[in-house]
T-cell receptor, first 112, second 116 residues
């Protein structure tokens, strides 16, 4: 079992719709959770971080965390063609090895 | 401008050669990291360092070496022992013990290495 799992996609949504990206993780000790956006050929860009159960909103983005189910998600409201990218989920234990473990990413396509 | 710089952007290596990838940050971050990304894959950790003159192996350290002589710099050497080095190499940094950030990592623009 991979430590961090994401559906590779592509996830295709029409412009203006809500895109829902999901991530599960296997290490129950994980405490910090991050979403990165990566455009083709570019480096990842941090867009959201979440540390507590529940929802965290930032503009059109909402991160949702459920530690009991070991599940973190990212919602993108009013999706735009410029949101088309690969979204990487990453987790961190906050103890011991303090380095992120990444999923392989979900490719999102927003259709105009 | 604060940020992370990596050089070169593109690098071509002949088989049997060692090459060194540069990573510099002026964010005053304590921790620095090297990741490798292969096409269609996530990021895999090569090495990381949380303090000057100390570093730890990541998941795929074989065939790589690093040094951390200055807080700002964390160069990665890809040695001839690395069997399949063609990949996109990403350097990142993060603050440590900074209230509220919990090891948020920020990435440089990357170096694309191709073995000829």
């Amino acid at each position: 079992q991979k430590e961090v799992e994401q559906n590779s996609g592509p996830l295709s949504v029409p412009e203006g719709a809500i895109a829902s990206l999901n991530c599960t993780y296997s290490d129950r000790v994980s405490q910090s959770f991050f979403w990165y956006r990566q455009y083709s050929g570019k480096s990842p860009e941090l867009i959201m971080s979440i540390y507590s159960n529940g929802d965290k909103e930032d503009g059109r983005f909402t991160a949702q965390l459920n530690k009991a189910s070991q599940y973190v998600s990212l919602l993108i409201r009013d999706s735009q063609p410029s949101d088309s990218a690969t979204y990487l989920c990453a987790v961190n234990r906050d103890t011991g090895r303090r380095a992120l473990t990444f999923g392989s990413g979900t490719r999102l396509q927003v259709q105009p | 401008d604060g940020g992370i710089t990596q050089s070169p952007k593109y690098l071509f290596r002949k088989e049997g050669q060692n090459v060194t990838l540069s990573c510099e940050q002026n964010l005053n971050h304590d921790a620095m990291y090297w990741y490798r990304q292969d096409p269609g894959q996530g990021l895999r950790l090569i090495y990381y360092s949380q303090i000057v003159n100390d570093f730890q192996k990541g998941d795929i350290a074989e065939g790589y070496s690093v040094s951390r002589e200055k807080k700002e710099s964390f160069p990665l050497t890809v040695t001839s022992a690395q069997k399949n080095p063609t990949a996109f190499y990403l350097c990142a940094s993060s603050p440590i013990n900074y209230a509220g950030t919990r090891y948020e990592q920020f990435f440089g623009p990357g170096t694309r290495l191709t073995v000829l």
